[in-house]
């Protein structure tokens, strides 16, 4: 009898052995070490420059058009030298820096709102949808009339070009907070600030700072339509002068130093981010 039930039994299947990876490199999703990621990422710098100097050594297309490198690095030369390079270095800064805070000071409390409750919900995102659509640069003759043509002009139209964006990008990120959370919470009798401030924010402030991270890019594409706006100064004004004489060399240290700021700041946000939640960052 137990020979039969033991012949009637399947044998276990063995599991199946999963081969390792080929090249664990090109792994999906999978992790490299910090060598190899800074070999990539240097590459991905020196490919593109490289081709730029061929391009320009060979001689196939008119420096009028496209500069080479050198000719960029000595245009940037007599820039700091002698046109003022540090001066524009600075007041861009100070321009970008000053619309993108003043956005976030506002847009992350409506976005806190706008995410937790529907109410707000429906009162603020409609129109918030409706002005973002909007190029900032419209808004430039509204911001000469209104506010004039001194330095908050400038700072009011980064503020155009990152504030409604940023607030929905903010209330995503809370709307993606477990509502498990928020019901234990609820449970444990807390009250609703405490779990706005305690619960909601916390678990959505590492999507906030990745979102303050991005908009803090569009805000530095916005720089030379604000610095439109009457400007005697700026990386983005010397870029547009530049442009009337074709000091097309000029043009292209200009943006370099924008994109190099930019990759700074990007860098900056990342580092901040590691180490306020190193638990996101142990692969």
């Known amino acids: 009898m137990l020979m039969r039930v033991a012949k009637a039994v399947p044998p276990?299947?063995?599991?199946?052995?999963?081969?390792?990876?080929?090249?664990p490199l090109w792994t999906l999703r999978g992790s490299i070490t910090p060598r190899w990621y800074w070999a990539f990422a240097v590459a991905g710098l020196v490919v593109p420059l490289t081709?730029?100097?061929?391009?320009?050594?060979?001689?196939?297309?008119?420096?009028?058009?496209?500069?080479?490198?050198a000719d960029v690095v000595m245009r940037l030369g007599t820039w700091w030298t002698r046109d003022g390079l540090l001066e524009d270095f600075w007041i861009s800064i100070y321009r970008?820096?000053?619309?993108?805070?003043?956005?976030?000071?506002?847009?992350?409390?409506?976005?806190?709102?706008?995410?937790s409750y529907r109410p707000i919900q429906a009162f603020f995102e409609p129109l918030t949808d409706f002005i973002r659509y909007m190029p900032a640069v419209a808004f430039i003759p509204?911001?000469?009339?209104?506010?004039?043509?001194?330095?908050?002009?400038?700072?009011?139209?980064?503020?155009?070009?990152?504030?409604?964006?940023?607030?929905?990008?903010?209330?995503?990120?809370?709307?993606?907070?477990?509502?498990?959370?928020?019901?234990?919470?609820?449970?444990?009798?807390?009250?609703?600030?405490?779990?706005?401030?305690?619960?909601?924010?916390?678990?959505?402030?590492?999507?906030?700072l990745d979102t303050l991270r991005?908009?803090?890019?569009w805000a530095w594409t916005y720089l030379v339509v604000a610095e439109l706006v009457a400007a005697n100064s700026g990386?983005?004004?010397?870029?547009?002068?530049?442009?009337?004489?074709?000091?097309?060399?000029?043009?292209?240290?200009?943006?370099?130093?924008?994109?190099?700021i930019g990759?700074?700041?990007?860098?900056?946000?990342?580092?901040?981010?590691?180490?306020a939640f190193p638990w996101l960052h142990t692969k």
């Open 214 to 217: 991005v908009t803090m890019g």
């Open 96 to 115: 970008v820096t000053m619309g993108w805070l003043l956005s976030a000071v506002i847009a992350l409390p409506l976005g806190l709102l706008i995410g």
């Open 235 to 260: 990386l983005g004004y010397a870029i547009l002068k530049a442009q009337r004489f074709l000091q097309t060399d000029k043009i292209f240290g200009g943006i370099l130093l924008i994109g190099a």
């Open 142 to 208: 509204l911001v000469m009339l209104w506010i004039g043509i001194d330095e908050s002009s400038k700072i009011a139209i980064i503020f155009i070009g990152t504030f409604f964006q940023l607030v929905l990008m903010a209330a995503e990120d809370v709307r993606r907070v477990p509502m498990q959370q928020i019901e234990a919470a609820q449970t444990m009798g807390a009250a609703q600030g405490e779990i706005l401030s305690l619960v909601v924010l916390e678990s959505a402030k590492p999507a906030l």
């Open 263 to 275: 990759l700074a700041m990007d860098q900056a946000f990342r580092a901040l981010h590691r180490r």
């Open 12 to 23: 276990i299947a063995k599991p199946r052995r999963i081969p390792p990876a080929q090249n």
């Open 51 to 69: 081709l730029w100097w061929l391009l320009s050594a060979g001689g196939w297309i008119n420096k009028i058009f496209m500069p080479g490198p």
